[in-house]
């Protein structure tokens, strides 16, 4: 190394003097790559870490009956039957079911097709005393005028009342789980805090929901 | 004249201490990076705007794939060792050391409690999937309950350990037909399992509302 002769790009001066410099000036690496590379794995993992976001819908299931004989009425006249069917389809019906033989007098159940993208207005127009009720405590909230409990517990109690819109969902076999887990969603943005979830459907139900499906 | 030198100040820029830092923090993401980890179900969970985020300790998760297979997972390893001794027991099969190191890392497990043995002992990754596409999954009909057994033996073994129940979770496939979702469910509330509250895993929508 020392012996080798000039100094090539350099030029001039003295051998010895001009090798020392040059080693001088390699000392430092470039490490603009490095830096690259360190930024690129760093932006990989930060992006990884929080992409994945799974939540969790809290569910709580009726216990079911010991003895299924026993027939508990539920005040169904303002209730609204949702059945979820084939191709993201959904019947309903308001109140009670009726059939033209059942004795009752009243006119026979007819079922209303709708489908997600409708199925809100329905809701929110069924519903419309609760969710002005629960707009309300919302914009109370927001501009301070209710602290977090008292917002909460009067949500809850504005939701459970009784005179509210109660729903009852029904599936019927084509139904997918996205159309359940959907549903359940459009009953908390529509203020609905009482309904159920039932996967069979009465004959008389299915008897006139398979008629409408064939017009489907 | 001398005095007026100014100290020659080299234009590049000392970039030590920023690959420090870059690295410092490449090695904590590295680190703590959780990767989900190799599923032998793939699950395409529908959205909701629910926000609460998923327990990530004492969760029993029964999955249902778009096929309706059902899978048994537990989040606790000690747990699952213990449940797969118990299980083990009804096919008369005691699991060697080193099956119970594989069983605790295989995630949600979906195939007949008898072939458990077999599917252990096979090597992760294809030849596991190829196993697990021959069957239908945990049976849930009535005459072969094993779900039930999973479930039952899962909730009374971690019982034990914890003094609490684990909590359940269920994740379907959006689309799994719902009625398979249902039968899980009564499952879930027949005599002897009882549990009424669970969560549904869902994925978080933003654009909705």
């Known amino acids: 190394m020392a012996d080798a002769p000039g100094g090539g790009e350099e030029g001039g001066g003295g051998k010895r003097h001009q090798k020392k410099r040059a080693k001088k000036g390699s000392t430092r690496i470039d490490m603009t790559p490095m830096v690259d590379l360190a930024f690129l794995l760093l932006t990989f ?5 929080t992409m994945y976001k799974p939540s ?12 299924p004989t026993d027939d508990k009425k539920t005040e169904l006249s303002n209730a609204i039957t949702l059945i979820l069917t084939a191709k993201d389809q959904i019947f309903y019906y308001i109140g009670e079911f009726h059939t ?9 159940t007819t ?20 969710v002005e009720k629960l707009n309300q405590l919302a914009r109370d909230f927001n501009s ?73 | ?43 395409d969970t529908p ?82 999937k190829e196993f697990d596409r021959q069957f239908e999954g945990i049976p849930t009909d009535s005459t072969n309950n094993q779900l039930r057994d999973w479930i039952i033996t899962t909730r009374l073994l971690f019982y034990e350990e914890a003094g609490i129940n684990p909590l359940v979770a269920l994740k379907a496939d959006g689309n799994t037909n719902y009625s398979k979702v249902a039968e899980v469910i009564r499952i879930f509330q027949s005599p002897g399992i009882q549990i009424n509250r669970f969560k549904m895993i869902t994925d978080l929508e933003e654009s909705r509302m």
């Open chain 1, 45 to 49: 993992f930060i992006l990884t870490t």
């Open chain 1, 56 to 67: 969790t819908l809290q569910m709580t299931f009726p216990v079911p009956d010991e003895d």
């Open chain 1, 100 to 108: 033209p033989t059942d004795g009752s007098g009243k006119p026979p």
């Open chain 1, 111 to 130: 079922l209303t097709r709708t489908d997600f993208s409708k199925v809100r207005q329905v809701l929110l127009e069924r519903n419309k005393e609760a």
């Open chain 1, 144 to 216: 301070g005028k209710l602290d977090e409990a008292a917002y909460d517990s009067l949500r809850r109690k504005t939701k459970g009342d009784p005179t509210n819109l109660k729903a009852i969902i029904k599936t019927d076999k084509d139904a997918k789980y996205r159309n359940m887990i959907d549903i359940v969603d459009e009953m908390d943005i529509s203020g609905i805090g009482s309904y159920g979830v039932l996967d069979s459907l009465k004959t008389a139900e299915q008897l006139l929901l398979d008629a409408e499906k064939a017009t489907l």
């Open chain 2, 1 to 43: 004249m001398p005095k007026l030198k100014m100290p020659k100040k080299s234009p590049e820029l000392d970039m030590t201490p920023m690959v420090d830092l870059a690295f410092l923090l490449v090695t904590f993401f590295m680190l703590t990076a959780q990767f989900r980890p190799e599923e032998a179900v793939a699950v």
């Open chain 2, 47 to 128: 959205s909701s705007m629910s926000q609460s985020p998923i327990p990530t300790e004492n969760l029993m998760t029964i999955v249902v794939d778009s096929a309706g297979k059902v899978y048994w997972d537990m989040t606790d390893k000690k747990v699952r060792l213990k449940v797969l001794e118990e299980m083990g027991k009804r096919i008369n099969y005691t699991p060697s050391d080193e099956d119970k190191v594989k069983f605790a890392n295989v995630g949600a497990v979906g195939i007949p409690i008898q072939q458990l043995p077999a599917y252990l002992a096979l090597p992760t990754g294809g030849a596991r």
